[in-house]
């Protein structure tokens, strides 16, 4: 089943009971509190574990001459009804020690009488309450559907629990709460459907009478009440109430009824006439009104009260992502087949939607004809020259629900026509399958149609990275397409404050580069190869380092440019000033936890997260190749490359010089290198690679070409077994 179903299902069922859901909420908030003010009285005098009964009929018997009956209520208050030495009644509470009277019975409040009410009926008797009993089972189901959800979300009934990304507030903390509320609301919900089921009488009902041989009873033995076995050996706690003898008739008897069972006891000789246990139904109606209550735990009136008052936030953000998902709908001015280029969509929360249209408005307002549709709506285009794909990545890499289909489609579906088409994905760093699906589309699309542009990845919806590949699109369609901002822009979340440690001059390097150490000003949870998120003029306009962690510090390698925004942000500071910014995981860019051996290769900049790493690891074999221009490049890294050396935290350095005798680029020593790097990829390293995507491309040509001629596979093979990990840019 598509998770779409159920989110129709969950959907659904909010949309059609929320206004009952809405009125039962508030009303359960209020009505926590009804156990919480009775809990706080002062009549729990004594733990009813250490008290029998025995010890408690003595003392009354002691104090009264007569007594009619005792009860412990759910929040363990002893009530009782007793006639005084001068013939007065007295009923309320007492102290079961002692017996002495402690206050009248407490009422509940009007207010709360009348929630109550509201709460149970909605002031419509029986139609009220069967719509509530109703509303009870709804949310139940949506409860359910809601957790599969989350199954389907998570992966796995392991995963159920473990750490959910925070892209998106609403998003967040509706499956957060979800899960944390989960067990209270199911909780809730059937004892309400439990409760209302009994009020209709619609539970089966287990009839119980006492079966006492009168003709029997005896009044010997006689025995103190104090020694009656039962009474001593049943302490108050497992008490509901305990109806004294109407009179010294051998007739009448003590009731004790215990939580589980109803006992006659003779009033002389402490036999037990009969017994009867409790039948279920009973106890589920005792145990269903406690849970759905509060009743006697204040630890449970307040989760419930907790709970509920998620369940008014689920509504809210409910609604909120609903109306996010259908608020960019997709509309044409022209037919598909009368459209030049055509923007397919794939997104299963709306995000990605409000990009594809404003690119497909400006498409429109320069005067081309454009056509806008979902990824699984896929079709013939008899005019089309250009497809734009642009598809969100979900789960483990796979389609959001509306581009499902699209791949089945692409394969039975041809254009007649030549097209060339371009992929751009949206995703996230913090899912180890970044953007997966946008090259998968891009991989199927290769063997039918022409690539105008290598695919291009968005994290995180950066408007920035969205202008960036429309400036490239640009330029191969000889367009000049750009795109307003407002509308894509949400502000950026710079949540992370960090303190300027240290800074080396641009003057002091030939390459205009610079190390700055940022200390964190509280503990924030990063690492090595985790992405820093600048906001130099605190719009949208966001610049990513790759981090090095070291020492809890983070280590960045900047170069820097005349006119370049970030870098000029960044060396503008100075020590002790504070930079505010996001730290953005990257999880597939972490050292491995372990591998038999590691090969980083980086040029340039891309050495920081190396650094961190090398810092970091503890005994894993590390190789590492940095291409820098000169050998007075490296002095910036130098005497840290050193120290790692003799910590043995880096087995072997390949420092590779491009403007220097040799004139060599990284991969020429990889060529060197060929066999060892062939073989670390046979015995499962991991390569990982940092820097330019110019060297990038260049490695994995050279690594390709390795993996064929010494291990007689692809490089694929390897890129499939996540051996090869790259952060360029
Ligand atoms: C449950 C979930 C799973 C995701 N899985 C991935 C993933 O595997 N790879 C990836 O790059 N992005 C992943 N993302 C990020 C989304 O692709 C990204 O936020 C995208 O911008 C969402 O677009 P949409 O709102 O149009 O659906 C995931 C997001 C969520 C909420």
Redesign the pocket.
Known sequence: MTISIWRYSHLALAVSSFVFILLASITGIILAFQPISEQIQPYKVADLNTISVAELVTVFKDNYPEIIDVKVDTNDFVIASVFTEEGDNLEGYFNPKTAEYLGEEIEVSKFFQWVTSLHRSLFLKGIGRFFVGLCSFLLFLIAVSGSVLILK?QRSLKKFFSKI?N??FN?YWHVVLGRLSLIPIIIITVTGVYLSLEKFDLLPKAETSHNIDFDSLSTTPTQAVSEFKLFKNTPLSQVKSLEFPFSEDVEDYFILKLKDKEVIVNQFTGAILSEIKSPLVDMFSGLSLNLHTGKGSILWSIILAIATANILFFIYSGFAMTLKRRASKLKNKYKKDDAKYIILV????????PFANAFHQQLLKAGETSYISELNNYNTYKKAEHLIIIT???????P?TNASKFLERLKAVQQEQTVSYSVV?????????????AFDVDKAMQIKYNQLLEPFT?N??SVEAFSQWIQKWNDKVGLKITVPKDGLVSKPKTNKKLKIISKTKVSENPDDTFLITLKPKKTYKFTSGDLLAVYPKNDYRERLYSIGKVNGNIQLSVKYYENGLASNYLNNFQINNQLKARIIQNSAFHFPKKASRVVLIANGTGIAPFLGMLHQNRQTETHLYLGLRTQESNALYESQINALLKQHKLTKFHLILSQEDKKRYVQDVLFRDAIFIAETLNNKGIIMICGSLAMQNGVLNMLESICVKYNNKPLSYYQNNLQIKTDCY
């Open positions: 979300r990304v892209e998106n998003q794939g997104s299963e929360n709306g995000s990605t939607l969100a990545t979900y789960g483990l890499g796979e959001p994905g949206f995703g996230s760093l913090a899912y180890p399958a970044f953007c997966k699906f968005i995180d919806k």
